[in-house]
Protein backbone atom coordinates (compact mmCIF):
# COMPACT_ATOMS: atom_id res chain seq x y z
CA UNK A 1 0.00 0.00 0.00
CA UNK A 2 1.37 3.79 -0.79
CA UNK A 3 1.41 5.64 1.94
CA UNK A 4 0.41 9.05 1.62
CA UNK A 5 2.99 12.44 2.21
CA UNK A 6 2.04 15.25 3.82
CA UNK A 7 2.90 17.15 0.06
CA UNK A 8 0.40 14.88 -1.13
CA UNK A 9 -2.79 17.05 -0.12
CA UNK A 10 -1.16 20.61 -0.96
CA UNK A 11 -0.39 19.60 -4.92
CA UNK A 12 -4.56 18.28 -4.84
CA UNK A 13 -5.21 21.91 -3.70
CA UNK A 14 -3.47 23.19 -6.49
CA UNK A 15 -5.07 21.12 -9.50
CA UNK A 16 -7.35 23.51 -10.04
CA UNK A 17 -4.42 26.59 -10.27
CA UNK A 18 -3.78 27.88 -13.95
CA UNK A 19 -0.01 27.40 -12.59
CA UNK A 20 2.01 24.55 -13.15
CA UNK A 21 3.01 22.49 -10.87
CA UNK A 22 6.47 21.74 -10.26
CA UNK A 23 7.77 19.17 -7.63
CA UNK A 24 11.65 19.41 -6.76
CA UNK A 25 13.78 17.46 -4.24
CA UNK A 26 16.45 14.85 -3.53
CA UNK A 27 16.74 11.82 -5.45
CA UNK A 28 14.76 8.90 -4.19
CA UNK A 29 12.94 10.93 -2.01
CA UNK A 30 9.33 9.81 -3.63
CA UNK A 31 8.56 12.32 -6.01
CA UNK A 32 7.82 9.61 -9.08
CA UNK A 33 5.77 7.58 -6.43
CA UNK A 34 3.65 11.01 -5.76
CA UNK A 35 3.43 11.61 -9.24
CA UNK A 36 2.31 7.75 -9.69
CA UNK A 37 -0.15 8.08 -6.73
CA UNK A 38 -1.77 11.67 -7.68
CA UNK A 39 -2.21 10.25 -11.10
CA UNK A 40 -4.10 7.13 -9.88
CA UNK A 41 -6.28 8.84 -7.81
CA UNK A 42 -7.44 11.35 -10.23
CA UNK A 43 -8.35 9.04 -12.88
CA UNK A 44 -11.74 8.31 -12.05
CA UNK A 45 -12.38 12.15 -12.09
CA UNK A 46 -9.86 14.08 -14.66
CA UNK A 47 -8.63 13.71 -17.96
CA UNK A 48 -5.24 12.43 -17.19
CA UNK A 49 -1.80 11.05 -19.15
CA UNK A 50 1.64 10.02 -17.63
CA UNK A 51 4.87 10.44 -18.99
CA UNK A 52 8.38 9.36 -18.07
CA UNK A 53 11.17 10.82 -19.35
CA UNK A 54 13.20 8.43 -18.14
CA UNK A 55 12.08 6.51 -21.67
CA UNK A 56 14.62 7.95 -24.03
CA UNK A 57 12.67 7.33 -26.99
CA UNK A 58 10.20 9.32 -25.85
CA UNK A 59 12.71 12.06 -24.78
CA UNK A 60 14.78 12.13 -28.02
CA UNK A 61 10.91 12.71 -29.79
CA UNK A 62 10.05 15.42 -27.48
CA UNK A 63 13.36 17.52 -28.48
CA UNK A 64 13.24 17.24 -31.96
CA UNK A 65 9.98 18.95 -31.08
CA UNK A 66 7.61 20.07 -28.14
CA UNK A 67 4.37 19.14 -29.84
CA UNK A 68 5.62 15.39 -29.76
CA UNK A 69 4.45 14.94 -26.12
CA UNK A 70 0.79 14.88 -27.62
CA UNK A 71 1.47 11.70 -29.20
CA UNK A 72 1.38 10.33 -25.49
CA UNK A 73 -1.47 12.34 -24.37
CA UNK A 74 -4.40 14.02 -25.93
CA UNK A 75 -3.45 17.11 -27.45
CA UNK A 76 -5.71 19.85 -25.88
CA UNK A 77 -7.83 22.79 -27.35
CA UNK A 78 -5.83 25.77 -28.00
CA UNK A 79 -7.77 28.62 -26.10
CA UNK A 80 -7.29 31.12 -28.81
CA UNK A 81 -8.31 28.56 -31.71
CA UNK A 82 -11.32 26.73 -30.26
CA UNK A 83 -14.21 27.39 -27.44
CA UNK A 84 -13.81 24.46 -26.20
CA UNK A 85 -12.95 23.65 -22.05
CA UNK A 86 -11.72 20.25 -21.55
CA UNK A 87 -8.72 20.08 -19.61
CA UNK A 88 -5.81 17.93 -20.35
CA UNK A 89 -3.83 17.20 -16.96
CA UNK A 90 -0.35 15.96 -18.13
CA UNK A 91 2.03 14.31 -15.30
CA UNK A 92 5.55 14.46 -16.32
CA UNK A 93 8.27 12.53 -14.46
CA UNK A 94 12.01 13.50 -14.63
CA UNK A 95 11.46 16.86 -16.35
CA UNK A 96 15.20 17.78 -15.90
CA UNK A 97 16.02 15.54 -18.46
CA UNK A 98 14.64 17.73 -21.69
CA UNK A 99 17.14 19.43 -23.12
CA UNK A 100 15.51 22.74 -22.35
CA UNK A 101 13.23 22.36 -19.52
CA UNK A 102 11.95 26.21 -18.94
CA UNK A 103 11.49 26.81 -22.74
CA UNK A 104 9.42 23.45 -22.77
CA UNK A 105 7.13 24.38 -19.63
CA UNK A 106 6.68 28.06 -21.39
CA UNK A 107 5.97 26.84 -24.42
CA UNK A 108 2.97 24.71 -23.54
CA UNK A 109 1.58 27.11 -20.83
CA UNK A 110 1.52 29.99 -23.13
CA UNK A 111 0.10 27.88 -26.09
CA UNK A 112 -2.43 25.78 -24.10
CA UNK A 113 -3.08 27.76 -21.01
CA UNK A 114 -5.57 26.77 -18.95
CA UNK A 115 -6.82 23.85 -20.74
CA UNK A 116 -3.55 21.78 -19.98
CA UNK A 117 -2.19 21.42 -16.35
CA UNK A 118 1.86 20.21 -16.04
CA UNK A 119 2.61 18.35 -12.74
CA UNK A 120 6.20 17.57 -13.02
CA UNK A 121 8.81 16.28 -10.88
CA UNK A 122 12.34 17.12 -11.50
CA UNK A 123 15.61 15.68 -9.19
CA UNK A 124 18.17 18.39 -10.55
CA UNK A 125 17.77 21.89 -9.24
CA UNK A 126 17.01 23.09 -13.05
CA UNK A 127 14.39 25.26 -11.37
CA UNK A 128 17.52 27.62 -9.97
CA UNK A 129 18.31 28.35 -13.61
CA UNK A 130 18.05 32.31 -14.58
CA UNK A 131 15.77 31.19 -17.27
CA UNK A 132 13.43 29.61 -15.35
CA UNK A 133 12.78 32.03 -12.76
CA UNK A 134 12.33 34.53 -15.59
CA UNK A 135 11.01 32.68 -18.34
CA UNK A 136 8.22 30.57 -15.52
CA UNK A 137 7.32 34.08 -13.68
CA UNK A 138 3.47 33.39 -12.88
CA UNK A 139 3.15 30.21 -14.80
CA UNK A 140 4.59 27.68 -12.38
CA UNK A 141 4.76 26.79 -8.55
CA UNK A 142 7.74 24.97 -6.68
CA UNK A 143 7.09 22.51 -4.10
CA UNK A 144 9.77 20.87 -2.06
CA UNK A 145 9.62 17.00 -1.84
CA UNK A 146 12.07 15.92 1.45
CA UNK A 147 12.64 13.13 2.88
CA UNK A 148 10.06 11.93 5.52
CA UNK A 149 9.72 14.24 8.27
CA UNK A 150 9.11 12.24 11.32
CA UNK A 151 5.22 12.30 11.44
CA UNK A 152 5.52 11.23 7.86
CA UNK A 153 8.38 8.17 8.85
CA UNK A 154 5.69 6.95 11.50
CA UNK A 155 3.30 6.46 8.71
CA UNK A 156 5.44 4.93 6.76
CA UNK A 157 6.00 2.58 9.68
CA UNK A 158 2.45 1.76 9.91
CA UNK A 159 2.62 3.58 13.90
CA UNK A 160 -0.60 5.51 12.74
CA UNK A 161 -2.13 5.66 16.79
CA UNK A 162 1.18 7.09 17.58
CA UNK A 163 1.52 9.32 15.04
CA UNK A 164 -1.25 10.71 16.62
CA UNK A 165 -0.30 10.90 19.67
CA UNK A 166 2.73 12.44 18.77
CA UNK A 167 0.12 15.21 17.40
CA UNK A 168 -1.51 15.67 20.90
CA UNK A 169 1.82 16.12 22.86
CA UNK A 170 2.69 18.85 20.53
CA UNK A 171 -0.89 20.93 20.28
CA UNK A 172 -1.58 20.00 23.83
CA UNK A 173 0.58 22.01 26.21
CA UNK A 174 -0.01 19.85 29.50
CA UNK A 175 -0.56 16.67 27.42
CA UNK A 176 0.98 14.14 29.03
CA UNK A 177 1.19 10.72 27.10
CA UNK A 178 1.98 7.57 28.37
CA UNK A 179 3.70 6.66 24.79
CA UNK A 180 6.10 8.82 24.78
CA UNK A 181 8.98 6.07 25.26
CA UNK A 182 7.65 3.86 22.13
CA UNK A 183 7.79 7.72 20.39
CA UNK A 184 11.52 7.72 21.38
CA UNK A 185 12.34 4.42 20.51
CA UNK A 186 11.34 5.24 16.75
CA UNK A 187 12.22 9.21 17.10
CA UNK A 188 16.39 7.27 17.84
CA UNK A 189 15.84 5.32 14.78
CA UNK A 190 14.61 8.56 12.45
CA UNK A 191 17.57 10.30 14.38
CA UNK A 192 20.00 7.18 13.14
CA UNK A 193 18.95 6.24 9.76
CA UNK A 194 16.71 9.31 8.33
CA UNK A 195 14.17 9.42 6.70
CA UNK A 196 14.44 8.07 3.18
CA UNK A 197 11.24 6.21 2.00
CA UNK A 198 12.88 3.09 1.37
CA UNK A 199 15.03 3.11 4.99
CA UNK A 200 11.34 3.48 6.99
CA UNK A 201 10.05 0.48 5.42
CA UNK A 202 13.07 -1.58 6.27
CA UNK A 203 13.09 -3.40 9.42
CA UNK A 204 16.49 -4.88 9.58
CA UNK A 205 18.95 -2.20 10.83
CA UNK A 206 21.66 -4.29 8.22
CA UNK A 207 20.15 -3.42 5.23
CA UNK A 208 19.11 -0.12 6.40
CA UNK A 209 22.94 0.79 6.03
CA UNK A 210 23.07 -1.21 2.85
CA UNK A 211 19.98 0.62 1.25
CA UNK A 212 22.00 4.19 2.38
CA UNK A 213 25.57 3.17 0.90
CA UNK A 214 23.69 1.93 -1.69
CA UNK A 215 21.69 5.64 -2.22
CA UNK A 216 24.96 7.62 -0.94
CA UNK A 217 26.82 5.75 -4.14
CA UNK A 218 24.43 6.47 -6.55
CA UNK A 219 23.86 9.66 -5.99
CA UNK A 220 27.18 10.98 -5.68
CA UNK A 221 27.90 9.36 -9.31
CA UNK A 222 24.97 10.82 -10.57
CA UNK A 223 25.78 14.31 -8.87
CA UNK A 224 29.17 14.44 -10.04
CA UNK A 225 28.18 13.54 -13.80
CA UNK A 226 25.57 15.47 -13.96
CA UNK A 227 27.32 19.03 -12.48
CA UNK A 228 30.66 17.60 -14.65
CA UNK A 229 32.59 18.01 -11.03
CA UNK A 230 36.19 17.46 -11.49
CA UNK A 231 38.09 16.66 -8.68
CA UNK A 232 35.35 13.54 -7.46
CA UNK A 233 37.63 12.38 -4.41
CA UNK A 234 37.53 15.93 -2.82
CA UNK A 235 33.84 16.55 -3.81
CA UNK A 236 33.53 13.35 -1.41
CA UNK A 237 35.87 14.44 1.12
CA UNK A 238 34.15 18.05 1.86
CA UNK A 239 31.04 16.37 2.09
CA UNK A 240 32.23 13.88 5.07
CA UNK A 241 34.15 16.87 6.25
CA UNK A 242 31.02 18.77 6.18
CA UNK A 243 28.95 16.14 7.94
CA UNK A 244 31.41 16.24 10.83
CA UNK A 245 30.73 20.11 11.20
CA UNK A 246 26.78 19.71 11.21
CA UNK A 247 25.75 22.71 13.36
CA UNK A 248 28.88 24.66 13.44
CA UNK A 249 30.06 27.41 11.10
CA UNK A 250 31.30 27.03 7.58
CA UNK A 251 34.58 29.03 7.08
CA UNK A 252 35.18 28.04 3.09
CA UNK A 253 38.69 28.91 3.90
CA UNK A 254 39.30 26.53 6.21
CA UNK A 255 38.03 24.09 4.28
CA UNK A 256 40.10 25.82 0.92
CA UNK A 257 43.41 24.47 3.08
CA UNK A 258 41.93 21.40 4.27
CA UNK A 259 41.16 19.69 0.79
CA UNK A 260 43.24 21.83 -0.89
CA UNK A 261 41.16 23.41 -3.22
CA UNK A 262 40.80 26.51 -4.16
CA UNK A 263 37.69 28.71 -2.51
CA UNK A 264 35.63 29.31 -5.96
CA UNK A 265 35.97 25.55 -6.49
CA UNK A 266 34.76 25.06 -2.86
CA UNK A 267 31.75 27.41 -3.11
CA UNK A 268 30.78 25.73 -6.47
CA UNK A 269 30.74 22.70 -4.44
CA UNK A 270 28.78 23.93 -1.37
CA UNK A 271 26.48 25.12 -4.54
CA UNK A 272 26.06 21.58 -5.92
CA UNK A 273 25.37 19.97 -2.60
CA UNK A 274 23.20 22.77 -1.36
CA UNK A 275 21.09 23.64 -4.58
CA UNK A 276 21.25 20.63 -6.90
CA UNK A 277 21.94 17.56 -4.91
CA UNK A 278 20.01 18.99 -1.61
CA UNK A 279 22.32 16.83 0.78
CA UNK A 280 23.20 20.01 3.15
CA UNK A 281 21.19 23.17 4.28
CA UNK A 282 23.50 26.52 5.02
CA UNK A 283 21.51 28.57 7.93
CA UNK A 284 22.67 32.50 7.88
CA UNK A 285 23.36 34.46 11.02
CA UNK A 286 20.83 36.96 12.65
CA UNK A 287 22.08 39.95 13.41
CA UNK A 288 21.30 43.99 13.57
CA UNK A 289 24.76 45.38 14.80
CA UNK A 290 27.12 43.98 12.06
CA UNK A 291 30.50 45.04 13.65
CA UNK A 292 29.35 42.98 17.06
CA UNK A 293 27.49 40.37 15.68
CA UNK A 294 28.72 37.79 12.83
CA UNK A 295 27.66 38.52 9.20
CA UNK A 296 28.82 36.42 6.84
CA UNK A 297 29.55 33.00 7.83
CA UNK A 298 26.76 30.47 8.39
CA UNK A 299 26.03 27.17 9.74
CA UNK A 300 25.63 23.76 8.03
CA UNK A 301 22.82 21.32 8.26
CA UNK A 302 22.14 17.78 6.51
CA UNK A 303 18.82 17.33 4.66
CA UNK A 304 18.63 14.02 6.28
CA UNK A 305 20.18 12.48 9.14
CA UNK A 306 21.09 9.29 7.72
CA UNK A 307 23.04 9.88 5.05
CA UNK A 308 25.19 12.47 7.07
CA UNK A 309 25.76 9.08 9.83
CA UNK A 310 26.29 7.14 7.03
CA UNK A 311 29.38 9.38 5.39
CA UNK A 312 30.60 9.16 9.15
CA UNK A 313 29.67 5.67 9.22
CA UNK A 314 27.89 6.13 12.56
CA UNK A 315 25.14 4.18 13.64
CA UNK A 316 25.49 2.85 17.63
CA UNK A 317 22.96 3.72 20.36
CA UNK A 318 22.38 7.32 20.73
CA UNK A 319 22.92 7.19 24.59
CA UNK A 320 26.89 6.31 23.39
CA UNK A 321 27.43 8.91 20.79
CA UNK A 322 29.47 11.96 21.34
CA UNK A 323 27.86 13.68 18.64
CA UNK A 324 24.14 13.05 20.08
CA UNK A 325 24.01 17.08 20.55
CA UNK A 326 24.75 17.34 17.05
CA UNK A 327 21.95 15.27 16.22
CA UNK A 328 19.78 16.48 18.01
CA UNK A 329 20.34 20.24 16.83
CA UNK A 330 20.31 19.12 13.20
CA UNK A 331 16.78 17.36 13.81
CA UNK A 332 15.37 20.35 15.62
CA UNK A 333 16.95 22.31 12.30
CA UNK A 334 15.24 19.88 9.85
CA UNK A 335 11.85 20.52 12.22
CA UNK A 336 11.78 24.14 12.23
CA UNK A 337 12.41 24.47 8.61
CA UNK A 338 8.55 22.41 8.21
CA UNK A 339 7.11 24.79 10.39
CA UNK A 340 8.78 28.08 8.87
CA UNK A 341 9.70 30.07 5.75
CA UNK A 342 12.84 29.60 5.55
CA UNK A 343 13.53 33.45 5.30
CA UNK A 344 12.32 33.39 9.01
CA UNK A 345 15.13 31.16 10.18
CA UNK A 346 18.38 31.81 11.68
CA UNK A 347 21.14 31.62 13.99
CA UNK A 348 22.74 34.59 16.29
CA UNK A 349 26.32 34.79 17.24
CA UNK A 350 28.35 37.66 18.70
CA UNK A 351 32.17 38.50 18.17
CA UNK A 352 32.95 37.09 21.57
CA UNK A 353 31.24 33.63 20.95
CA UNK A 354 28.47 34.05 22.37
CA UNK A 355 25.69 31.97 20.56
CA UNK A 356 21.73 31.17 20.05
CA UNK A 357 21.20 27.73 18.20
CA UNK A 358 18.01 29.34 16.57
CA UNK A 359 15.81 32.68 15.99
CA UNK A 360 12.74 32.67 14.35
CA UNK A 361 11.40 36.06 13.40
CA UNK A 362 7.96 35.94 13.38
CA UNK A 363 7.16 39.96 12.63
CA UNK A 364 9.32 43.36 12.63
CA UNK A 365 11.36 42.74 15.83
CA UNK A 366 10.23 39.98 17.66
CA UNK A 367 9.94 36.28 17.58
CA UNK A 368 11.32 33.25 19.38
CA UNK A 369 14.71 31.60 20.11
CA UNK A 370 15.62 28.56 20.73
CA UNK A 371 18.51 26.72 22.10
CA UNK A 372 19.06 22.80 21.91
CA UNK A 373 20.34 20.77 24.69
CA UNK A 374 20.49 16.99 24.65
CA UNK A 375 19.98 17.14 28.33
CA UNK A 376 18.78 20.20 30.15
CA UNK A 377 20.76 19.92 32.92
CA UNK A 378 23.36 21.66 31.06
CA UNK A 379 21.41 24.71 30.35
CA UNK A 380 22.16 28.31 32.08
CA UNK A 381 19.52 30.32 31.20
CA UNK A 382 21.61 33.29 31.99
CA UNK A 383 24.53 32.24 29.69
CA UNK A 384 21.90 33.88 27.22
CA UNK A 385 21.21 36.87 28.68
CA UNK A 386 22.90 39.49 26.67
CA UNK A 387 20.30 38.04 23.45
CA UNK A 388 17.47 38.68 25.92
CA UNK A 389 18.50 41.93 26.83
CA UNK A 390 19.29 42.98 23.34
CA UNK A 391 16.45 41.64 21.68
CA UNK A 392 13.06 41.78 24.66
CA UNK A 393 10.64 41.54 22.15
CA UNK A 394 12.15 37.16 21.32
CA UNK A 395 10.48 34.72 23.36
CA UNK A 396 13.09 32.68 24.64
CA UNK A 397 13.01 28.65 24.88
CA UNK A 398 15.52 25.51 25.55
CA UNK A 399 14.62 22.06 23.24
CA UNK A 400 15.75 19.09 25.00
CA UNK A 401 15.64 15.70 24.36
CA UNK A 402 16.14 14.67 28.25
CA UNK A 403 14.65 17.09 30.18
CA UNK A 404 13.73 17.38 33.86
CA UNK A 405 11.24 20.11 33.59
CA UNK A 406 13.67 23.37 32.29
CA UNK A 407 13.13 23.01 28.74
CA UNK A 408 10.33 21.89 26.02
CA UNK A 409 10.87 18.17 25.17
CA UNK A 410 12.43 17.53 21.93
CA UNK A 411 8.99 15.79 20.61
CA UNK A 412 6.77 18.82 21.43
CA UNK A 413 8.12 21.13 18.87
Not at 134 to 139: H, K, N, P, V
Not at 141 to 155: G, I, M
Request: hydrophobic share 35%.
Amino acid sequence: MIKQRDLYEKLIGHIDKKEYSIIIGARQAGKTTLLQQMYRDLKSTHEVYFVSLENFSILNDINSDYENIFKYARRPENPLLSEKKTRVILFIDEIQYIRDPSNFIKYLFDTYQENLKIIASGSSAFYIDESFKDSLAGRKRVFHLKSLSFSEYLTFKDADELKQELFRIRSQEQYQSVFYNDLLYYFNDYLTYGGYPRIALEQDDQEKRAILDELLTSFLKKDIYESKVEQEQKFYALLTALSAQTGQLLNKNELSNTLGLNQRTVEKYLYILQKKSFYIDLLPPFYQNIRKEIAKMPKVYFADLGIRNKLLNRFYPLSDREDRGQLLENYVFIRLAELYDKDQLRYWRTTDKQEVDFVITESYGAGKAFEIKFSDHKFRENSFEKFRSTYPAFKFYCISYQTSGKSIPVLKI
